[in-house]
């Protein structure tokens, strides 16, 4: 099993953002990990459904999070899979000479950042908690919201490339998923209960460029934003990406 469990965005003003995504997506209020303070960044972490979203902004210089803003602005900044054999993937991870830039072993979770050189487009962390429905980053006592907010998922990423079959190859070669099949004008590596899509890149480079999300009242959604829905791609903009919207 290898599924989306959290995404990031990188974000200049933490407290702005996390009013401004309390707003959008009506979720509760977020946890804020002191343990993230060795990367220099502070965040902010909301679950969403089972899943969760994460904010983060540098509070010092020097950070990874800092030089994203310097290159590319705010945006889509790290992806968090779920994974129930962690063994397994840091063996494949050896084998096809991946480096990690962080791990990290604790009772209720395994985690591993893959050094972003050598997959392309983005940190991606491989985190595989105990017991699997519980999860670590999202603080000592979240739950998911009632009703159908509680149903709300994280299906999909969008990644720009120089190159995106050579990319989404990488990925699905280091993921250990079948092979990247051609999307629109670009090609898809498929996750458990989700996708990662591989586009061309722009002027700003590569990078998570969007991600899909299925949520439980699409109309409230937009009606929370100024920026206009593209009724071309039924998305819209937030914190530097595309939220390309589904209802449940």
């Known amino acids: 099993m290898l599924r989306i469990r959290q995404i990031v965005f990188v974000v200049r003003d933490l407290a702005a953002g996390s009013r401004r995504l309390t707003e959008l997506l009506a979720l509760d209020p977020p946890f804020r990990d002191p343990g993230v303070a060795e990367f220099g960044i502070d965040n902010a972490v909301f679950a969403f459904g089972d899943q969760f979203i994460e904010l983060v902004s540098p509070v010092r210089a020097g950070t990874a999070a800092g030089r994203h803003l310097d290159r590319r602005g705010e945006g889509g900044y790290m992806l968090i899979l779920q994974t129930d054999a962690f063994d397994d993937v840091q063996a494949r991870m050896r084998a096809l000479g991946v480096r990690t830039v962080w791990e990290k072993t604790l009772p209720d979770i395994r985690a591993m950042h893959l050094h972003p050189k050598d997959i392309g487009g983005a940190i991606v962390s491989i985190d595989q908690p105990v017991p699997p429905a519980s999860w670590r980053w999202g603080g000592p006592s979240w739950r998911m919201q009632a009703g159908a907010r509680g149903r709300q998922r994280v299906v999909g990423v969008t990644v720009a490339a120089a190159d995106p079959p050579a990319m989404a190859a990488r990925w699905a070669e280091v993921l250990g998923r079948p092979v990247a099949t051609p999307h629109g004008n670009g090609m898809r590596v498929g996750l458990d209960g989700g996708v990662v899509d591989f586009i061309g890149a722009g002027q700003a480079g590569e990078g998570i460029t969007g991600f899909a999300l299925r949520v439980s009242d699409e109309a409230a959604v937009r009606s929370?934003?100024?920026?206009?829905?593209?009724?071309?791609?039924?998305?819209?903009?937030?914190?530097?990406?595309?939220?390309?919207?589904?209802?449940?």
């Open 224 to 248: 929370a934003t100024s920026a206009p829905a593209s009724t071309a791609s039924d998305s819209i903009e937030a914190f530097g990406a595309r939220l390309a919207l589904q209802s449940l």
